[in-house]
């Protein structure tokens, strides 16, 4: 736990140079940039934002409310991008109609929920704008996706690690408190395992030894 911890604040401490120079111009262009496929570290920048708003670097209501807009705004230029050009880039891919129609047909019915979830998953967190775009999904439909999406996001991971940083002593009691029942937990569940699987080959060789010939009743 404590090495986590430490982690945390030696990513914050990696990034304090950048964010005093720049402030939250940086974190807010790189969240923007994120929407429409550029690969910039915009979260881990508003985590060490977050962390450092605990030291007043920063005004956590301001970090929070502007990185949910600049993600909302860079996801939206993302979609737009797809909008205009992706469908020609999708029909000069070698894909047969049937598949391009299957494509819209899965976006139909799951879009929003992948607008929603792409922003946790590096990779489609940059393409899922552009993706989403090209298969004409409803500019309204997505736009109260990705509001959502970046609602969720920001909160997780700018208002959480905030909240963690500020009370990173209890955490850290809870957690050493829990840890000789985590591994009387992690012990039983490999104990549990260890007899599950050696009951299952002892079955599965009493069946095999069945099936040979000459064992039969």
Not at 147 to 159: D, E, I, Q
């Amino acid at each position: 736990m404590s090495e986590f911890i430490q982690s945390l604040m030696t990513a914050a401490n990696n990034y304090e140079p950048v964010l005093a120079q720049y402030g939250l111009t940086i974190i807010l262009a790189a969240i923007a940039l994120e929407g429409f496929g550029i690969p910039v570290p915009g979260q881990s920048l508003l985590i060490a934002g977050a962390l450092l708003s605990t030291r007043g670097e920063f005004d956590i209501r301001v970090l929070l409310v502007s990185a949910s807009l600049a993600a909302i705004a860079g996801s939206t230029v993302g979609y737009v991008i797809g909008r205009i050009g992706g469908r020609k880039l999708l029909l000069r891919l070698p894909l047969n109609p049937s598949r391009l129609e299957r494509m819209d047909t899965i976006c139909k019915r799951y879009g929003t929920l992948f607008v929603v979830l792409s922003r946790f998953i590096d990779g489609p967190r940059q393409l899922a704008s552009i993706f989403v775009g090209s298969l004409r999904m409803p500019a309204v439909t997505f736009v109260l996706a990705i509001s959502a999406g970046a609602v969720l996001w920001v909160g997780f991971w700018g208002l959480g690690s905030y909240y963690f940083a500020q009370h990173i002593h209890v955490f850290a009691m809870f957690f050493e408190s829990v840890s000789i029942y985590t591994w009387i937990a992690t012990g039983l569940s490999v104990l549990v395992l260890c007899m599950y699987l050696l009951r299952r080959h002892n079955h599965n060789k009493t069946t095999l030894a069945k099936n040979q010939p000459g064992n039969e009743d």
